[in-house]
């Protein structure tokens, strides 16, 4: 699976939009992208994921540039309790898609 | 809620002692795993198990042995720890084949004395 890389750390205020880039240069035609996130001591819980088109839920947005080699997870109303560590994984499609590779993530801290 | 229960929560045991953690899942999911989270640490991949066979094990050392007696069920037991084994240990669930997101359970926080 391709490597990601990420700021180790951002902050955000309250009811503002977080973007949390992610670069996966190396990344090849069959991965997706996921983001995960984990708050303090619990376990990571899914947010979104996407191959190449632009993808929205209730969570959030996942914009991957044309190229695909890099890609941002957009918050639109941040809060307190989105304080955590956000994941960028890639992984390619198959098997097993709890199968995954996590880096050190982004820490982000939303501020009143 | 995640739909992933792991018991216990907390688990203190000494280095002579034999421990199991627990997995349970009510998902539907034909796929499960276990992850190490160490201290300032990524989580690592140990363990996976598609439709109970395991299917995959990181050079984990023999004191960690998974158990997977059904589909919902996922077991981790411990033996003869070390010290650096202290960690928080997360389940996880999937399907197999579907392009579908994992589900991870709370975690057990093991110290090891």
């Known amino acids: 699976d391709a490597k990601t890389t990420q700021p180790p750390s951002m902050d955000c205020a309250e009811g503002r939009a977080a973007n949390l880039p992610c670069n996966h240069s190396?990344?090849?035609?069959?991965?997706?992208v996921y983001w995960y996130r984990q708050i303090h001591s619990q376990g990571p819980q899914y947010i979104i994921h996407?191959?190449?088109n632009n993808e929205t839920n209730e969570m959030a947005s996942l914009i991957i540039t044309e190229d695909r080699k890099s890609s941002t997870l957009i918050l639109p109303h941040a809060t307190l309790r989105d304080t955590a560590v956000y994941y960028c994984?890639?992984?390619?499609?198959?098997?097993?898609?709890?199968?995954?590779?996590f880096g050190q993530g982004t820490i982000l801290t939303v501020h009143p | 809620e995640t739909g992933v229960t792991q018991t216990p929560r907390h688990l203190v045991m000494g280095m002579t002692n034999k421990k199991s953690l627990k997995c349970e899942q009510h998902?539907?999911?034909?796929?499960m795993y276990w992850y190490k989270q160490s201290a300032k640490k990524p989580l690592e991949l140990m363990f996976v198990?598609?439709?109970?066979?395991?299917?995959e094990n990181n050079s984990v050392p023999s004191r960690f042995s998974p158990e997977c007696p059904n589909s919902s069920h996922l077991f981790l037991h411990l033996h003869t720890l070390q010290p650096e084994d202290s960690a928080l240990y997360l389940c996880?669930?999937?399907?197999?084949?579907?392009?579908?997101?994992?589900?991870f359970g709370q975690g057990t926080r093991l110290t090891v004395v």
């Open positions: 998902l539907g999911h034909n796929a």
């Open positions: 994984i890639v992984r390619a499609g198959g098997t097993s898609y709890g199968k995954l590779t």
């Open positions: 190396t990344i090849s035609g069959n991965e997706y």
């Open positions: 198990y598609n439709f109970k066979e395991q299917t």
């Open positions: 996880a669930s999937s399907q197999v084949m579907a392009n579908t997101e994992a589900f």
């Open positions: 996407g191959l190449k």
